[in-house]
T-cell receptor, first 114, second 116 residues
Framework: AQSVTQLGSHVSVSEGALVLLRCNYS??????LFWYVQYPNQGLQLLLK??????LVKGINGFEAEFKKSETSFHLTKPSAHMSDAAEYFC????????????FGTGTQLKVEL | GAVVSQHPSRVICKSGTSVKIECRSL??????MFWYRQFPKQSLMLMAT?????????EQGVEKDKFLINHASLTLSTLTVTSAHPEDSSFYIC????????????FGPGTRLTVL
């Protein structure tokens, strides 16, 4: 069974500051990991994903995440927050042979302040 | 990237009526479509997995007779909420996956259902 834990349901940063959203996973097989962003009353947009290969993955809007197997983590970062980054962020996991079923974390609401 | 649409975006209905929500993959053929439900301020919960031409697979606790899913073609899946009640009010989101598209699911914009 897989699970995803997102520490911090709410994160607040100042505009221009580093964004760090935490995600830890549990999987008995090599995971595929995803970060999605959701704006109010909208569906989910893929930010980035890790399947195999390079453990540091870059996504859209300046976001990146690093897969750390030893720490079972896939934290999302962005060097400099922008007001438009304010949204809900979901980490999700699946695995090869898992029927592409995604297991989502509970989400982190990012607030960006002036 | 791939585009998935949902229709309607919002629907309000009376208790006891049925509501159909459509999910379409616009520029690719979706081998599999997934239906999720999201309550306010909460995460997405998978309701069912829909494969073209076969019966949907429902997650534990989801009533298949209440949430009817049809995946008639490689670009269209429908979710019908039968005899809707206020507790069915929620945000319903579909996603589509293509066997030729790697590991990514593409999500629709969601449908806000309000049952009065």
């Amino acid at each position: 069974a897989q699970s995803v834990t997102q520490l911090g349901s709410h994160v607040s940063v100042s505009e221009g500051a580093l964004v760090l959203l935490r995600c830890n996973y549990s999987s008995s097989v090599p995971p595929y990991l995803f970060w999605y962003v959701q704006y109010p009353n909208q569906g989910l947009q893929l930010l980035l994903k890790y399947t195999t290969g390079a453990t540091l993955v870059k996504g859209i809007n300046g976001f990146e995440a690093e897969f750390k197997k030893s720490e079972t983590s896939f934290h999302l970062t962005k060097p400099s927050a922008h007001m438009s980054d304010a949204a809900e962020y979901f980490c999700a996991v699946t695995y090869t042979g898992g029927g592409n079923k995604l297991t989502f974390g509970t989400g982190t609401q990012l607030k960006v302040e002036l | 990237g791939a585009v998935v649409s949902q229709h309607p975006s919002r629907v309000i209905c009376k208790s006891g009526t049925s509501v159909k929500i459509e999910c379409r993959s616009l520029d690719f053929q979706a081998t599999t479509m997934f239906w999720y439900r999201q309550f306010p301020k909460q995460s997405l919960m998978l309701m069912a997995t829909s494969n073209e031409g076969s019966k949907a697979t429902y997650e534990q606790g989801v009533e298949k007779d209440k949430f009817l899913i049809n995946h008639a073609s490689l670009t269209l899946s429908t979710l019908t909420v039968t005899s809707a009640h206020p507790e069915d009010s929620s945000f319903y989101i579909c996603s589509a996956w293509s066997s030729g598209g790697g590991d990514t699911q593409y999500f629709g914009p969601g449908t806000r259902l309000t049952v009065l």
